[in-house]
């Protein structure tokens, strides 16, 4: 059975702004701070520094919160195993139309090819998704093969924070009853938690003004190693993938 879609599935702002393909679209919490979500970038094609977030991926890859899906369609029109998930029925639509394969499901559902991913994408705030972060990168783990690799997108700025926040598309616009509990992790604070569970830090970088950290599952025969350098390693680019990867199926 899986979990009901979330109070993001259900904004209509989101829906409206995605069908659109422009926002103003924000995530408000309840003191009035604002978050803009660039919306216009995320209904484009995949840009320069997606692209080469996708160059580092390695063997069949799982975009956690895909939304309109452009890493998805890219992904498959390199001919890569790609599958897309989330849990907004606008955002699988608009993906499935770009050509990429995408499912309407929370990442905390029963999925295709658990254990089996070779890398897993949390982009464009992902990294939020459920409010818990901990609990997220758990959940990832089970979802990597073993030494599977994760690249996510952090916050510009030096931020752990875990809140209840509205999607809103009018600054002055009364709210919803429909909250849902995010979080928001830059770099430092995601390396944080990462260190305290199953993961090796393998780098991070920034581009484009978008910050991104790789870290790689550890196996039950790896846990004892230290991590791995942060630095940028060109080991972790994009391994062709073989015809016995797992194919996620629908």
């Given at each position: 059975?899986?979990t ?15 069908r ?20 216009e970038?995320w ?14 991926c ?5 975009d956690?919160?895909?939304g ?7 992904l498959?029109?390199?001919?890569r ?6 849990v ?11 050509g990429?394969?995408?499912l309407r499901?929370?990442?905390f559902d029963p ?12 982009m464009?705030?992902s ?8 609990a ?13 690799l ?8 030096d931020?752990d924070?875990?809140?209840e ?29 990462a ?21 790689r599952?550890?196996s039950?025969?790896?846990?004892a190693e ?6 940028v ?18």
């Open positions: 059975m899986t009901p879609p979330t109070a993001w599935a259900a904004a209509d702002p989101y829906a409206t702004a995605l659109a393909g422009r926002g103003p679209l924000f995530l408000r919490r309840a003191d009035g701070w604002l978050l803009p979500l660039d919306v970038r209904c484009a094609h995949a840009d320069p520094v997606d692209l080469d977030v996708l160059d580092r390695e063997d069949a890859v799982l956690v919160g895909c309109p899906g452009r890493l998805v369609a890219a498959s029109a390199r001919g195993t790609a599958l897309g998930i989330d907004s029925e606008t955002a699988v639509h608009h993906a499935v139309r770009l990429g394969k995408v499901r929370s990442v999925l295709p090819g658990e254990g089996q991913w070779g890398t897993v994408l949390l464009d705030g990294i939020g998704i459920g409010g818990e972060p901990r997220l990168l758990d959940r990832v783990a089970e979802l990597l093969s073993p030494g599977g994760l690249i996510a997108e952090t916050a510009p700025v931020v924070e875990r809140v926040v509205h999607v809103v598309d009018v600054v002055d616009r009364p709210m919803s009853d429909a909250a849902f509990l995010w979080a928001r992790l830059g770099t430092p604070a995601l390396l944080r938690h260190c305290r569970t199953r993961w090796s830090a393998v780098g991070y970088w920034t581009a484009g003004g978008r910050c991104f950290v790789a870290l599952s550890r039950a025969s790896s846990r230290p991590a791995k350098s942060t630095a390693i060109s080991s972790h680019r994009a391994r062709k993938p073989s015809e016995d990867s797992p194919v996620p199926s629908r």
